[in-house]
Structure formats: structure tokens, C-alpha cells
């Protein structure tokens, strides 16, 4: 059966091991090889596909990501909507670690990413609305499935997308807070923006890892990105199970 959802799992979630996999799919695109195989499975009882951002070893950095591949492959097996799960820093005070949050704005800051499909062989330009970059639907569902599960997750929250790989400076998490963002990320575009120019359903499950650079003294270590990122995983898991069986 042809996945009408799938899922996008980033740091900490390269497999699901709630989706019993029926079929691996390699899906070549004018764009190149996306991440890695398309994973084919049953989570909930509904049918899913499953895309591991990083690559299944995790060994593509953010800016080395073929966002472009990635959202066609998963268009051109049918699937009409997306939840991106992704690590996030943690700007706002009440974004700790291990939280979900649901942002429903972004800011962009990456440079050097193929970031549109529209750009060749074009009988006209196109300039796709990105008032609200997450689709209001799939964000309420989610919203409505972590209340009901008191995961406490944050429901509103600006989401700033950084070039990585390396972490933020102090000086650049002042500015993205002056900015109006709650939570940092390496992901997040142009990912929601080539959804959106396919007419897909987008909305992103941030997993909050860490405090951001300079929000509390010391340096960021992978060993505590990691070790929160177990905890938040758990609610992600969780929270797909219950929103995935209840999606349209
Ligand atoms: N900044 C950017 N991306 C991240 C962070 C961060 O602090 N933590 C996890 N992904």
C-alpha cells in the first residue's frame, strides 16, 4: 500500500523501531540519491514510510543533506504529508531540554542550499506563499496528541534555521532571540520550503537537545545532546504513534 505519511527522523531517531518494515525503497530522482533507501512499514496500523535524514549511519551533515531529493522521493511515492522530526538548541527559557516543541514560524539563515525545484525550464517564475511555513492541520493534530498524552510539549514557538555543522556562538543566539526565535536548528529549511512547493503537508516535531550557546555557562558536548535526546525521543515516539493512527 502506497504511504500516505511519512516521517522524516533526524539526529537521535535514524530508525523507528516501532514501524514493523515491509519493503526498502530506493528512489532516484532528477535531484540525485536522497539520504538513504525510503523504509516502508506499518506504525499504528497505518501504512508509513520512513526517511532518515542523516543517512541511515547518520553520516550526512546538515548542509551535505540533498534536501531536494529527499522531498521529491517522497512525493513521487505518493505521499501527501510529512512530520520532521529534528534536534533543536533550546533559546527560550521554557524550551528544556528534552522538551517537543511545534514551531509555526521559521527564520532561515542557511546559505548554499539547493533550495527551490523552481528554477529550471521555466515558462514562468514562481513564488510559492510561505506566510505560515507548517501546515496548520498536521501541527493541530500533533498539538491535540501531545496534550492528550501530557507530554507538556510547547505548541508555538519560531524556529531558526543555522548553516552548521558547528554550533551557534553566544553573540549568534543573542541575535536569533533579538530576531524573535525560540529554537535553533540545522535542518529545518529549506526542507519546509521544498515541501510546500510540492503541495506536501508539512509540520516539524522538535526534539530539544540542549540548551543553546551561551544560555548556560560551559560548552555544548555531543554526550548531553545525545543523552537528552534519548528522553525527548521517547515522547516523539509516543506522540507518532497516536497522531499517525488518527491522521486523515
Ligand atoms: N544549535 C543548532 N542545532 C542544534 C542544536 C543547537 O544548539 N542542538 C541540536 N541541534
Known sequence: ?????????????????????????????????????????????????????????????????????????LHRIGVKQVIAVAAVGGIRQDMAPGMLAFPDQLVDYTWGRPCTFFEDDLSHVTHIDFTEPYSPELRRRLIQDARALELGARESCTYAAMQGPRLETAAEVRKLERDGCDIVGMTGMPEAALARELGLRYAACAVVANRAAGKVPGEITMAEIERNLVAGMARVKRLLARSIAALD
Request: hydrophobic fraction near 40%.
Open 1 to 73: 500500500m502506497t504511504p500516505a505519511v511519512a516521517i522524516i527522523g533526524g539526529t537521535g531517531l535514524a530508525a523507528l523501531e516501532d514501524l514493523t518494515i515491509v519493503q526498502q525503497k530506493t528512489v532516484s530522482t532528477p535531484y540525485g540519491e536522497p539520504s538513504g533507501p525510503l523504509l516502508y512499514g506499518e506504525l499504528a496500523g497505518r501504512a508509513v514510510a520512513f526517511l532518515a535524514r542523516h543517512g541511515q549511519r547518520h553520516t550526512l551533515p546538515p548542509h551535505k543533506i540533498n534536501y531536494r531529493a529527499n522531498l521529491w522521493a
